[in-house]
């Protein structure tokens, strides 16, 4: 089965640099998630959307952006990058349920590192 | 803040054993609960959910029980095998929000052979 694809899987990029992550959800998901996960830390929610609209906001810094595309893709935008914006991010897509909550399906995860 | 948290970092268990991960969650709104697994380099994978109107739920080999009384998850998953290591979280979805899933912090779980 199609699964969430990243790109790229791996970044690396100077400070005050910026840095453009990639989502393709799997096929007829119409929801996009970011999540950021630090180094044996947690993952934590960034931002998401739903029909090329913000759906839900996180702890997603004012430096960052996202927007999902017609193609349900989605591009993480970062710039003025920051040591401390070393790390994982994955991106997750379902098909959003009515009602309820939806079963999240993650990529492999873009890992950034910032020199 | 609510926070949803795992009561140990590490377990180790002999391969054939059952394994149980447990997981605290503060939030008593919360009413969706996801387990996660997660393997080195790779990203989070679904295992089980439950919803707050439940307080079992079974799957292929883990369970998931919840116990609302003291907010308190378990996962246990039985015969654990080598590809069952891995770091697991729980996880819970903010009644307010669909989309916003709050991770708890994860259980590394070794399995020897």
């Known amino acids: 089965a199609a699964g969430v694809i990243q790109s790229p899987r791996h970044l690396i990029k100077e400070k005050r640099e910026t840095a453009t992550l990639k989502c393709y959800p799997i096929?007829?998901?119409?929801?996009v998630y970011w999540y950021q996960q630090g180094p044996g830390q947690d993952p934590q929610f960034l931002i998401s959307?739903?029909?090329?609209?913000?759906?839900d906001k996180g702890s997603i810094p004012d430096r960052f952006s996202a927007q999902q595309f017609s193609d349900y893709h989605s591009e993480l935008n970062m710039s003025s990058l920051e040591l401390g914006d070393s790390a994982l991010y994955f991106c997750?897509?379902?098909?959003?349920?009515?009602?309820?909550?939806?079963?999240?399906?993650f990529g492999p995860g873009t890992r950034l590192t910032v020199l | 803040g609510e926070s949803v948290g795992l009561h140990l970092p590490t377990l180790s268990v002999q391969e054939g054993d059952n394994s149980i991960i447990n997981c605290a969650y503060s939030?008593?709104?919360?009413?969706?609960f996801i387990w996660y697994k997660q393997e080195s380099g790779k990203g989070p994978q679904f295992i089980i959910d439950?919803?707050?109107?439940?307080d079992k739920r079974q799957g292929q080999r883990v369970t998931v029980l919840l116990n609302k009384t003291v907010k308190h998850l378990s996962l246990q998953i039985a015969a654990t095998q080598p590809g069952d290591s891995a770091v697991y979280f729980c996880?819970?979805?903010?009644?307010?929000?669909?989309?916003?899933?709050?991770f708890g912090p994860g259980t590394s779980l070794s399995v020897i052979p």
């Open positions: 997750a897509s379902s098909s959003r349920l009515v009602g309820r909550p939806d079963t999240q399906y």
């Open positions: 996880a819970e979805n903010e009644g307010t929000s669909y989309d916003k899933v709050i």
């Open positions: 939030n008593s709104a919360s009413d969706y």
């Open positions: 096929p007829r998901h119409d929801t």
């Open positions: 439950i919803r707050s109107n439940m």
């Open positions: 959307f739903y029909e090329k609209m913000q759906s």
